[in-house]
């Protein structure tokens, strides 16, 4: 990445089951007045420079929030994130694409600024961010020249996120100074705790 302001595509990836949720679409789960991924596109949207959502069900719902959606290509029902990453890299014309989870509603307002000078830095490819303790997989930033790795890897059956990363010029982006930003909501009570902490910011 030779200038560290080139423009960047973003996609909210929202095409999970979310089992622990009952099976319900969690990127449409009201929280605090908004859809979940409202929250989500209220502080990613203005770090990209053209949004996209990845989703497998429910896409007039997704359309009618005013950005394109895109689908899983041909690879089975609900195959993971990668999956998703694919549909988006493969939709998108930018160099650099950036992916983010529909159930983040605190993630990073600097997330991609931060993920993108790292890039700048170790000339890497792929820029995951990291909490100090863990890995984030799904608040990434990667090329989009990837995407014939990623589709040679899922049509080998490959569906681990951090395999397939790991066999790029992977870089680490830390995030220690913001862990609770990427708590993802996996549950009805874990929903109930983050509108609590929406309503009081």
Known sequence: MDNPAVA????????????????????????????MIEHVIDRFAPQVAGLRINANRNQARYQALGFPVVSDRQLGEFPGPLAGMAAGLAASEAEWVAFVPCDA????????????????????EIAVAHDGEYWQPVFVLMRRSLLPSLEAFLAGDGRKIMHWFQQQKLVRVLFADQVGAFENINTPEHCQRIEQQLVEA
């Open 105 to 124: 509603p605190l993630l990073p307002l600097d997330l991609v600024a931060r993920l993108q000078q790292a890039l700048e830095q170790e000339q890497g």
């Open 8 to 35: 960047v595509d973003g996609v909210v990836l929202a095409g999970g089951e979310a089992r622990r949720m009952g099976g319900e679409d969690k990127g449409l789960v009201t929280l605090a007045g908004k859809t």
